[in-house]
T-cell receptor, first 113, second 112 residues
């Protein structure tokens, strides 16, 4: 089944404790991105990647890191999480440049205390 | 900066009534997409519009893209409980094939 998977689905952590949220897609998509969703603000892009080893900042990159060492995986790293990073996070992928339809993962609800 | 305004933020309707959400961009878009997010779920792609003045239909859903490619609407006829959720528009930025600017979403609530 074609899908985007994220892990963990739920995470409660404390300020400053490094964490990684994994994202994987099995559709051989070139383009992947991370979003955060907060009430009333919709979806805001954190980082995106156009292909392996090619990443760029989205609208709200501060406090986040990403890497794209393999085409299928695009982990999101929070080196020192803070309470303002409490949010619902979505990973998404799309086939490539001429294909705009995005496929979203199920989401990761992160709480930083 | 570039932004897409989506209104209303919420809409309460009785089952069977119509629903419309509107998106207006500050800049000309290359395309616009619509997504639906059910409560507790993730956004799911509904449709993409590319041409100026384009109108597409999916059963009770009608999508329009304005002549100037700066605005779009989604209209649902005779809402059903299965339509509940938040509807997002996302516009493609004209000079970039990679970036989308997202509306904040319209939450459709069906009154019991």
């Amino acid at each position: 089944e074609a899908q985007v998977t994220q892990n963990p689905r739920y995470l409660i952590t404390v300020t400053g404790k490094k964490l990684t949220v994994t994202c994987s897609q099995n559709m051989n998509h070139e383009y992947m991105s991370w979003y955060r969703q907060d009430p009333g603000l919709g979806l805001r892009q954190i980082y995106y990647s156009m292909n392996v080893e090619v990443t760029d900042k989205g609208d709200v990159p501060e406090g986040y890191k990403v890497s794209r060492k393999e085409k299928r995986n695009f982990p999101l790293i929070l080196e020192s999480p803070s309470p303002n990073q409490t949010s619902l996070y979505f990973c998404a992928s799309r086939p490539g440049l001429l294909h705009y339809e995005q496929y979203f993962g199920p989401g990761t609800r992160l709480t930083v205390t | 900066g570039q932004q897409v305004m989506q209104i209303p933020q919420y809409q309460h309707v009785q089952e069977g009534e119509d629903f419309t959400t509107y998106c207006n961009s500050s800049t000309t878009l290359s395309n616009i997409q619509w997504y639906k997010q059910r409560p507790g779920g993730h956004p799911v792609f509904l449709i993409q519009l590319v041409k100026s003045g384009e109108v597409k239909k999916q059963k009770r859903l009608t999508f329009q893209f304005g002549e100037a490619k700066k605005n779009s609407s989604l209209h649902i006829t005779a809402t059903q409980t299965t339509d509940v959720g938040t509807y997002f528009c996302a516009g493609g930025i004209l000079d970039s094939n990679y970036q989308l600017i997202w509306g904040a979403g319209t939450k459709l609530i069906i009154k019991p």
